[in-house]
Structures are given as C-alpha cells and as structure tokens.
C-alpha cells in the first residue's frame, strides 16, 4: 500500500461465473463431453470493472459512462495510469450453458488511508466491481460467496489482512433511472507495528529521557542548554522521517503527536534551564532570597526532594552560629568595642573597623550568592523529576493504544 499517495495495489484472482443460454449443448450428442476451454475473446463477456480504479469513485454520477461524458480534468487522475482490459485467459464453457472465467489481475484502486492513530492504525479499502454499460435489468451481480477466499494469500511483512468480506449494493445514479448493483469487498487491513516501534517510537523515548537528565547536570559544565537543544533537533529529525511517509492529511499520527509533545517538552524544559542558570549566576550584588522563597523552595522543597545541604545555612544552628561569629556581627564585639576603647591610636582603630565591614559585607554577599545557588539546585531537581513524569506519562499513554 503506497499511503503517501492512498494507492492500495492488490494481486487478484477475478472468477467471474454467468449463463450463455446460446451457448448450451447436449452432452450426450457429443460423446459425454460435459466442458470446453476456448480463449474468452471467442463469448460474450459481462463489462465488469473495478469502479475504484480512478482516483476518484468511478460512479456514473462522476466520473461518467454510457449517458455521461467521459471527464477530461488533471483531478481525475488514475489511481492506475494504465487503463488495461482483462487478461485475455481461456473461458471454461459447460454443456448447461455456465461459463466460468478465472483471470489474474494487478490492480490499483484508491484508499483512504486514516493515519490518526499510526503506527497502531488499522484501513479499511474497498473494492468496488461493477459493469459499466449494462443496469441491473441487463446483468444482474451477486456474490458467489460472502468474503473473499484468501486461502492462497502471501503474507505481507507490513499488513496484516484480517478478512476481505463481501457487500452487494444497488445505486441509482443521478443520471441514469436504472438500478445499477455493484460488489464491493472490503479489505481490512492491520499494521504490523514492531518496526516502527523499534525505529521510530523507542528511540524517541530514549532521546526523550535525556532532556530531564538535562537539569542534573552541574550550572558550571555549561552543557545544559547545548544537551536540550541537541535532543529537540534529533526529535526534529525523527519528526521529519515519519512526515515523509504519511499522506498529506489534517489528522495528525499519534506517533506525530507524540513527538510533538516530546518537543514541547524538551522546549519547556531548556527555558526553564535559562532560567534557573540565571538564578544560579546572580552575582554578590543580588538581592537576597525572599522569606518566601526560603520557606518554600530552601526549607519544603529541599526536604521533600531530599536536598538537605540546599537549607542548611537558612535553618541549621550551625549556620546562626557562623552568623553570629562574624566580626562585627554581634553588639559589643569587634569595632564596637574597638570604637570604646581610650587607646590614642584612633587611626588604627578606625582603620580596622573599616575593614570589618568591607568582610562583613563580603560576607553577606557571598552569602547572598550561595542561597540563590541552592535555589537553582532545589529548582533543578524538582523540575528534573516533574519532567521525568511527564516522559513516562506520554509513552505510556502511546503504548497503552497499542493494547
């Protein structure tokens, strides 16, 4: 089946069986000779066709016939560009009449594929036989039996045939006031879908993975932007390949939604990695952590997601104790108690609570620096594992269409 152009190309036995009363002898009169082959170009045979054959649905009312005018439109493309008769084969013609006409035929017929749910789709195609000339007052059709017979059928290492059966439909066309009946076989068709789980679906689950990996990684390896982007062209890649194959459509493969999901995703989580490197990079002159941030992102955040050291220095007393050491932090120490001190050296004094405060104001800047590092670093986790759900929650959703 060529899906990119909706052409289903079928390998055929056509036996096609009717009654030539001229045609009928007494058996007895001729030393028991009960049947004859002659060559089919020697009988009436009935103008049947595969309706189907064009790109659109040959019908009276469209595409014409005896009362209408054949189109001469480019839209009205074959789906066979050949317009080929029957194979001229032996007819086998019996004493009663009957006349049995077994003929092989390699056709092209129009299906509309349905990709919504690629590569776990399953088609339908129809066959649609008919004659051309002659209404249902002339030659009457039936089906002989009621599906197809696919006892000889040659597996397909891409479809699977689930049954081929039979429907006898009588229309009447616009045109044309006379019945015309017509036998339509439907083929129902279910992809075998281990090849493209194994080349296009898998490897896109795997590529998928790494963008969450994405946030583990340290600020300073300067690979978390140039890792997302690096996943989001091979998803493009990927993308690409499965447009190829599909047929022009406004209904979109699941397998295409798939990635285009994953895409959003890796999309998503590479701004977020802009963001969050920003944060881990504010300089001494930031601003410090808000008490809300720290409540929530330092202090929860950190203790759910087992991240312990990011609130240490905003909860431990190891860290009020630091606080407390710092030169000049506490009243009464440092340049305080230098600045009540009667010495004469007033300079040296001065001097030296100069530089208390420069450290301590180094002090707090650094500080300042680190809290908004462990930020970044809850912020990194937390939206590593919020990421990883959402690649498992996809893939099982697409493999859950499978089941």
Request: aromatic share 10%; glycine share 8%.
């Amino acid at each position: 089946q060529d899906e990119r152009n909706q052409v289903l190309t079928s390998y055929l036995w056509v036996r096609q069986v009717w009654r030539d009363a001229f045609l009928a002898w007494d058996k007895d009169a001729y030393g028991g000779i009960d049947s004859i082959r002659v060559p089919s170009s020697y009988v009436w045979r009935p103008d049947i066709v595969l309706y189907n054959k064009w790109g659109a649905r040959g019908s009276r009312g469209v595409l014409g016939g005896p009362r209408c005018p054949q189109p001469t439109s480019p839209s009205f493309r074959r789906a066979d560009e050949q317009l080929s008769g029957p194979t001229d084969t032996n007819v086998v013609l019996r004493s009663d009449g009957r006349i049995v006409w077994d003929t092989p035929a390699i056709t092209k017929s129009s299906c509309k594929v349905d990709v919504s749910f690629f590569p776990f789709d399953g088609q339908r195609c129809h066959l649609t036989f008919g004659s051309w000339t002659y209404d249902g007052n002339q030659v009457d059709l039936h089906h002989g039996l009621e599906a197809g017979n696919l006892a000889d059928f040659v597996e397909n290492v891409e479809w699977e045939v689930l049954g081929m059966p039979a429907t006898r439909n009588v229309v009447t066309y616009g045109c044309c006031s006379e019945p015309y009946p017509d036998i339509t076989y439907t083929l129902l068709l279910k992809r075998r879908a281990s090849f493209y789980i194994f080349n296009l679906l898998l490897p896109c689950i795997l590529i998928s993975l790494l963008a969450p990996l994405g946030f583990y990684l340290p600020a300073d390896s300067g690979e978390k932007v140039s890792l997302g982007v690096t996943v989001l062209l091979a998803l493009t890649v990927f993308q690409l390949l499965v447009a190829e194959s599909m047929p022009p459509a406004e209904s979109v493969p699941l397998i295409g939604k798939y990635y285009i999901a994953t895409m959003t995703m890796i999309t998503a989580s590479t701004a977020l990695t802009i963001f969050i490197m920003s944060i881990h990079h504010c300089g001494p002159g930031a601003r410090p952590v808000p008490r809300w941030a720290r409540r929530l992102i330092l202090q929860r955040m950190a203790r759910v997601l087992l991240l312990h050291e990011a609130g240490e220095g905003c909860k431990g007393p190891r860290g009020r104790r630091a606080a407390a050491e710092e030169p000049g932090a506490a009243p009464g120490t440092g340049a305080e108690r230098a600045g009540r001190c009667a010495c004469p050296h007033g300079s040296l004094v001065r001097s030296v609570g100069y530089l208390a405060g420069c450290l301590r104001e180094q002090r707090a800047a650094q500080r300042r620096a680190g809290d908004w590092k462990k930020v970044a670093k809850v912020m990194d986790r937390f939206f590593m594992w919020v990421f990883f759900g959402m690649v498992f929650l996809m893939s099982a959703l697409v493999v859950g269409k499978a089941v």
